[in-house]
């Protein structure tokens, strides 16, 4: 079994034979043509039984394309707002007027930073009560001018230090949860790469979720379940397993509305196609809403959020 | 505020084995008590006032007005959507806190009267897998709200929970948004929501339904707060005050209305529910 970074190895390999042969003359086609198809047959040995771990990893690839990255793609005039109008700006969460096929929407999503150098500014994506009040704000902004609001998520949860609790993170986050539930224009909602606990669901009560194929979306980090429910943290990959975090899993349970494709490897090894998928799919959902009478779109939201969990009568007799 | 003895938490004995003695030892100062003593004191200790562990029905009974309460929690148990194993299967984990607390999960949901204004109450219990909110607890708190709506009464809920039930997975997490949503429609309805958090009232459900009351009012000895002190030390390793997360922390940073004593607490909301009977 070959690991990511032999196949990047291999991938230099043979763009140094190209060069080679367009500089110098050697025809060297033939052995790239092998090499190539090689290359292949490994990729789809490597990406196409990937473990719920596996997926856990290419969800926090740093090479994975951020929101940024979507946004860019996805919209044009990403216009950005800042700051909560109470104490500060959060930049590892971003919200601001975009066009979406000439639409005004409003957009809300976690960013995460590429250096270490951003990620000191965007705390890897971990927002503070801050970062959700300003999303509150542009999510109210989108709801007085009827602009459709899109959120995507990613992030390793809400961002955990004193100052998060000084300024009530649970607060923020639970405030983030009602007006979303409420909020009178469609919300659809891409999980991009992580969707890590409440921090994550606080911009992400949708009228249709969608997740990226390597995208997970969990109730804890597999770590810290391991660390609290099996006493050892290195039992990430069996709390990777039991949670049920993929894409796949959780279309299975009904708990998001669809799967965007990406290509082996991840969704860095075509953006052009994954953003291309990823844009089809949000118009199509798009649209649906669209058509729908403000208090039909409401009653829905409002029924599928209602209906959510799993239990059973219990048995007369027994506890 | 003279009510915070101290900046630390009040350490709260959660040990709740049956036990038929009639005589206790207080944990904190060591006494031998008289275990009805303790009772008539609101499972407070006489002698140094260390508050002990309150099980939902102790809670319901303390606060309430006697024989005001009137079940009626669901009858639903939770049914392990994801068939969840850690060390154990989450659905031995179960039956034994039902067997344990003698609850169907943990929670329990009535009508009941405070000084004779009639409310409709839910009362977390922390035995029961730490309180933790799943697919049935999320499910009751609605039910409750739901039931208010339909009475046209005040909701109040006492929090005791660690946050969301890990082994229901993001069915557990999406509670938060179902609970949230349905507090809106009591909104909407005109009626109050009054969040008591007690001692712990944490993650996912101080981030969502508890922290969404007209008025939050806390049990003195509360622990409040959204990410637990483990969870900064394993992730950002930040050196944090003696008082994090204290009552008096989320009282002195504006989270919270209210501080107030067990033995003060139904006073104080039989006086606040009187503002808004006059409403409703």
Redesign the interface.
């Known amino acids: 079994m070959s690991d990511e970074r032999t196949l990047d190895l291999l991938e230099a390999k043979i763009e140094e034979l190209r060069q080679l042969n367009s500089e110098d003359g050697i025809d060297l086609s033939g052995e790239i043509t092998k090499l190539e198809a090689k290359l292949l047959d490994l990729r789809r040995e490597l990406y196409s039984n990937l473990s719920d771990w596996e997926r856990v990893g290419i969800a926090r690839n740093p090479k994975r394309p951020y929101s940024l990255d979507y946004i860019q793609a996805l919209f044009s005039d990403f216009y950005e707002l800042h700051g909560d109008r109470v104490f500060g700006d959060d930049l590892a969460l971003i919200a601001g007027i975009a066009r979406f096929d000439d639409q005004p929407v409003v957009v809300v999503a976690q960013q995460k930073g590429r250096s270490t150098e951003e990620n000191k500014q965007r705390f890897f994506g971990m927002a503070r009560p801050q970062g959700y009040r300003k999303a509150k704000r542009a999510l109210e902004l989108a709801e007085r001018f009827g602009f459709p609001a899109i959120t995507l998520i990613d992030t390793p949860g809400?961002y955990?230090?004193?100052e998060?609790?000084?300024?009530?993170?649970?607060?923020a986050?639970?405030?983030s949860?009602?007006t979303?539930?409420?909020l009178k224009v469609p919300i659809l909602s891409v999980v991009i790469g992580e969707g890590g606990?409440?921090g994550a669901?606080?911009i992400a009560?949708a009228d249709r979720v969608l997740m990226l194929e390597n995208a997970i979306?969990?109730?804890?980090s597999p770590e810290?379940?391991a660390?609290?429910?099996?006493?050892n943290k290195e039992q990430a990959k069996?709390?990777a397993v039991?949670?049920?975090?993929t894409a796949d899993h959780?279309h299975d349970?009904g708990?998001i509305d669809e799967v965007v494709p990406e290509p082996l490897g991840g969704a860095q090894r075509d953006f052009g196609r994954t953003s291309a998928d990823l844009k089809a799919a949000l118009t199509r959902h798009l649209d649906e809403l669209r058509g729908l009478k403000l208090s039909e779109l409401l009653d829905a939201?409002?029924a599928r959020?209602?209906a959510?969990?799993?239990?059973?009568?219990?048995e007369s007799g027994g506890? | 505020m003279a009510i915070f003895r101290d900046r630390q938490y009040l350490r709260v004995n959660v040990d709740k084995s049956p036990d038929e003695s009639l005589w206790m030892k207080c944990k904190s100062c060591g006494e031998l008590i008289f275990k009805r003593r303790v009772r008539e004191n609101n499972n407070i200790c006489p002698n140094c006032n260390e508050y002990f562990f309150l099980t939902a029905e102790e809670r319901i009974e303390f606060l309430v007005d006697e024989g005001s309460y009137q079940d009626i929690t669901k009858?639903?148990?939770?049914?392990d959507?994801?068939m969840?194993?850690?060390?154990k299967p989450y659905c031995e984990r179960l039956e034994e806190a039902?067997?344990k607390t003698?609850?169907?999960d943990a929670i329990l949901v009535g009508r009941a009267a405070i000084n004779e204004l009639p409310v409709v109450i839910g009362v977390m219990d922390f035995r029961f897998i730490g309180g933790s909110m799943?697919?049935?607890v999320?499910?009751q708190i609605?039910h409750g709200i739901e039931t208010a709506i339909k009475d046209g009464l005040p909701f109040l809920l006492v929090s005791s929970s660690g946050g969301?039930r890990?082994?229901?997975?993001?069915?557990?997490?999406?509670?938060?948004?179902?609970t949230?949503?349905?507090?809106?429609?009591l909104a909407e309805a005109g009626l109050p929501f009054i969040s008591i958090m007690t001692y712990p009232t944490?993650?996912?459900v101080?981030?969502?339904?508890?922290?969404?009351g007209d008025v939050i009012i806390a049990e003195r000895g509360a622990m409040i707060?959204?990410?637990g002190r483990?969870?900064?030390q394993?992730?950002?390793a930040?050196e944090?005050?003696s008082d994090?997360?204290t009552d008096a922390?989320?009282f002195e940073?504006?989270?919270i209305d209210r501080v107030v004593k067990r033995e003060n607490m139904r006073d104080e909301l039989s006086l606040l529910l009187g503002f808004f009977a006059e409403v409703t």
């Open positions: 809400a955990p230090g004193l998060s609790e000084e300024s009530n993170i649970g607060g986050i639970a405030d949860l009602l979303m539930t409420q606990s409440g669901l606080a009560v979306y969990s109730v804890i810290g379940a660390a609290i429910l099996w006493k069996d709390a039991a949670l049920n975090l959780l349970l708990l939201r409002y959020y209602r959510v969990g799993r239990f059973q009568e219990r506890a | 009858p639903i148990i939770a049914n959507p994801l969840f194993v850690d060390r039902q067997e003698g609850l169907t799943g697919s049935v999320g499910e609605c969301a890990l082994q229901e997975g993001l069915f557990s997490l999406l509670q938060m948004a179902k949230a949503a349905v507090r809106g429609k944490s993650g996912g101080q981030a969502s339904i508890a922290s969404l707060g959204f990410a483990r969870v900064i394993h992730t950002i930040q944090l005050p994090y997360q922390f989320a940073h504006g989270a």
